[in-house]
């Protein structure tokens, strides 16, 4: 599975943007798809995360502002965030995995594949 993430700018606080992870390759629909971030200087955190069935999960950080979906005939999942801060600056990268049992949603070494990043960065 190969991942391509874009959708990143720069925008002002309180603005929205979304973010798309295109996948290309076998297996896509049964994937677990994740969003991360990383800040300058600092480690790549979990954002959010879909299931192949649309179970999701957020970090509490984004909980009512960021959401994720994903349409797996286009074989992409999206990340649609609002009422974005300053404090959300950073590169965010997608993820994915193959499905398995007990499947830490927020453990960056429990995804096998990882786009290239893309920038976001909110002004104040």
């Known amino acids: 599975v190969q991942l391509q993430a874009s959708g990143g700018g720069l925008v002002q606080a309180g603005d929205s943007l979304r973010l798309s992870c295109a996948a290309s390759?076998?297996?896509?629909?049964?994937?677990?798809v994740g969003w991360f971030r990383q800040a300058p200087g600092k480690e790549r955190l979990f954002v959010s995360a879909?299931?192949?069935?649309?179970?999701?999960t957020s970090s509490d950080s984004v909980k009512g502002r960021f959401t994720i979906s994903r349409d797996n005939r286009k074989s992409t999942v999206y990340l649609q965030m609002n009422s974005l801060k300053p404090e959300d600056t950073a590169v965010y990268y997608c993820?994915?995995?193959?499905?398995?049992?007990?499947?830490?949603?927020?453990?960056?070494?429990?995804?096998?594949?990882w786009g290239q990043g893309t920038q976001v960065t909110v002004s104040s």
């Open positions: 879909i299931t192949w069935n649309n179970i999701s």
């Open positions: 390759g076998r297996g896509f629909l049964r994937q677990i």
């Open positions: 993820a994915a995995s193959s499905p398995r049992l007990r499947f830490d949603f927020e453990s960056r070494g429990a995804y096998s594949y």
